[in-house]
């Protein structure tokens, strides 16, 4: 019943509702010793937060993590690192009018049934995006960890509609590409197309509508022969990782649903030897065979749903009444979730990763 998961020896677990006082995670499992650069940590956390140009939502939080336990003087105790973000900036009267309306592609009337009517319903409550502010802080903490063992993690935007970006190169991704697109406002491997999606997202916001979108994650450096076969492989955890991100609608490691038009000699990748080392030719598996590194670069694409929070007038119901009404939704929100998911995608997988290397 909890927003939990636990691979290995690592749990992370998260707490907190959208509009409630604070937010935060407790992560077991961490391995002490370790040191961490807090600056880094607020800037991976700073790609999440709104940006102040239209593309996002204008709700205004400083996610500061202030950590309660498990580090000292930057420094990991290797006990339970519990961190606590304050709420600061909630408009709660904005949901007061759609309290019993199950608003589209929300969570509102499952969350109704499955709590029994008592679900936090501001902001989304415990279903809110806002939720992901503690799983980046773990992320971050993560990425360290995994950089410190020679494995560097990095995502950008592939696609928003029909705005494209360019693929990493399955093969020859490496770390100084990851490292320099995170670094940017929008992450982009080619930012001539950085206009071409803020005027899709523009477009939306225009037509009081939102658009989704793809996210490419790459992860370098790790050694072959880590995972397991079937229900415990690397694809498995960071799948359920993954799809604890709200608007996740779908994940394809490597070439993807691409394979089902493929012949057996084109999507098979074939094995060679460079700098005496085995690799693969190509990288269609996207770095996992039978659960299992091959030690080629993991890469996998995540799809994005539209934000469900539209102003534009949708047929829904009164599910406390059982009569139909139409709703308009008022508030702040995100034209595109897309440019703000990048690190929570990047989190989600950094601990799917780091809980087989720790």
């Known amino acids: 019943m909890s927003s939990a998961f636990k691979f290995g020896e690592l749990s992370v677990s998260i707490f907190g509702e959208s509009h409630g006082k604070a937010i935060g995670v407790v992560i077991d499992g961490l391995p002490g010793g370790i040191g961490i650069d807090f600056d880094a940590v607020l800037d991976f956390m700073a790609r999440r937060a709104p940006k102040k140009d ?22 990991l105790t290797g006990t339970p690192l ?23 592609g929300h969570a509102d009337y499952t969350g109704y049934v499955r709590y029994n009517g008592s679900n936090d ?4 409550g415990h279903f809110s995006g806002r939720i992901t502010a503690p799983l980046v802080f773990a992320g971050a903490i993560a990425s360290q960890i995994l950089e410190s063992k020679g494995i560097t993690t990095g995502a950008h935007i592939l696609s928003i509609m029909d705005a494209g970006d360019e693929r990493f190169d399955p093969v020859n991704v490496n770390a100084e ?36 979108g793809i996210i490419e994650y790459a992860a370098v450096g790790l050694p072959a022969g880590i995972g397991s076969p079937m229900f415990d492989g690397i694809e498995n955890r960071i ?3 993954v799809f604890g991100v709200p608007a996740v609608k779908g994940i394809e490691f490597g070439a993807g649903f691409d ?23 190509t990288n269609n598996h996207g770095g996992i065979l039978g659960g299992i590194t091959s030690g080629m670069p993991i890469v996998f694409h995540v799809a994005m ?19 139909e009404e139409t709703l308009g939704i008022k508030g702040r929100h995100d034209p595109c979730i897309v440019p ?16 087989y290397v720790i």
């Open 54 to 75: 239209g593309t996002s939502t204008m709700r205004s939080e400083k996610d500061f993590p202030n950590v309660v336990s498990g580090m000292v003087d930057g420094v």
């Open 177 to 212: 590409q990851l490292k320099q697109v995170r670094s940017r406002y929008l992450p982009l491997i080619n930012t001539d197309v950085e206009q071409q999606m803020r005027d899709v997202i523009a477009d939306a916001a225009a037509k009081l509508d939102s658009v989704g």
């Open 239 to 241: 799948s359920q990782a």
């Open 259 to 281: 394979v089902a038009n493929m012949y057996g000699s084109n999507n098979n990748d074939e094995f060679c030897i460079e700098n005496g080392e085995i690799r693969t030719r």
């Open 82 to 104: 519990c961190a606590v973000i304050q709420n600061t900036d909630q408009h709660s009267a904005d949901y007061k009018s759609v309290s019993h309306l199950a608003r589209p």
């Open 340 to 355: 703000r998911a990048v690190p929570c995608i990047e989190s989600a997988a950094n601990l799917a990763i780091l809980s």
């Open 121 to 124: 319903l501001r902001g989304g």
């Open 305 to 323: 749903k539209p934000t469900p929070s539209i102003a534009r007038l949708q047929k829904t119901v009164d599910y406390t009444t059982m009569t």
